[in-house]
């Protein structure tokens, strides 16, 4: 809902610009550079970054996995319409889009980071003021930008509707554990390709507000927690067994923690380490 409200005010004050990009920056240049950077962050804590811890349960049960296709991992129409999430995008001025993919990473964040401008509209301008234009630098389209934040919170609030009526069981939570778990070698194939890989030669829109390692890691967090509540269910039964899954889940998450560490403190790797450590995963 804040991101709604800061894409419903930046919105505004395009409209009063008639939606003239260059118009608008030269006119509240300050005002939209806090509002972006804002949203930005919003996007990769509070929006984003919250789903990943509940991700691993959200795609790994089947009965709420349409909400992870619907936010975070669903493919267009046009890619994929066997698997793709039947949904209109109806944006203020009316136009609607059908099967566009998924909220978060299709969609919204393209449009904030401005890595797609030829798809999304808005404009590419060097809005930090380094004398370059690179990626993130640029204006977002306002009118895409406020009917993509009012899909987000329409689908945060119907998959919280669906969560408040689920009814955990054992096999619940054994299956989340069993389907996510193997996935992460999917997240290491988009990290190889990203920017935090490839740097400037990434030419990919997506996964580019955090590297994909952070991903894991929350999906992971959110699995150990599953873990914790039903572990003991094991354990009365074998208690060997069930110290070996302990183990090894501590050892797989501190195993992507040190990679991430080591990112964080300037290690580039090659696309063929990435590809590596999602084998080794």
């Not at 240049?29 to 970054?49: D, K, M, N, Q, Y």
């Not at 590419?124 to 899909?151: E, H, K, S, W, Y």
């Amino acid at each position: 809902t804040d991101l709604q409200a800061l894409a419903g005010s930046y919105y505004d004050l395009a409209k009063g610009a008639a939606f003239d990009y260059q118009a608008l920056w030269d006119a509240h240049a300050a005002t939209i550079a806090a509002e972006v950077a804002r949203a930005r962050e919003l996007f990769t804590t509070s929006a984003h970054g919250s789903y990943e811890m509940v991700e691993g349960l959200v795609a790994g049960l089947p009965s709420l996995v349409e909400y992870d296709v619907w936010l975070d991992a669903g493919p267009t129409g046009a890619e994929d319409p066997t698997n793709a999430r039947q949904w209109t995008l109806t944006l203020p001025d009316g136009t609607s889009l059908e099967n566009p993919g998924n909220i978060f990473h299709t969609l919204l964040e393209p449009v904030l980071w401005n890595t797609d401008t030829k798809q999304f509209g808005g404009l590419r301008i060097d809005t930090d003021g380094d004398g370059t234009v690179a990626i993130p630098d640029g204006l977002p389209d306002a009118n895409l930008l406020a009917g993509l934040t009012r899909a987000l919170v329409d689908a945060s609030e119907q998959l919280r509707t669906a969560v408040d009526a689920w009814q955990p069981t054992l096999a619940d939570a054994f299956t989340a554990l069993v389907v996510m778990l193997p996935t992460a070698d999917g997240y290491f194939a988009d990290w190889a390709a990203s920017p935090f890989v490839l740097g400037d030669a990434s030419t990919q829109t997506d996964f580019v507000a955090n590297s994909r390692l952070l991903d894991v890691l929350g999906i992971y967090g959110g699995l150990q927690l599953t873990w914790r509540m039903v572990g003991g269910e094991v354990a009365a039964v074998n208690a060997g067994l069930a110290n070996q899954i302990q183990i090894e889940m501590d050892s797989l998450v501190g195993f992507v923690q040190d990679l991430y560490d080591h990112e964080q403190a300037g290690t580039r790797y090659t696309p063929e380490q990435a590809d590596q450590f999602g084998t080794e995963v």
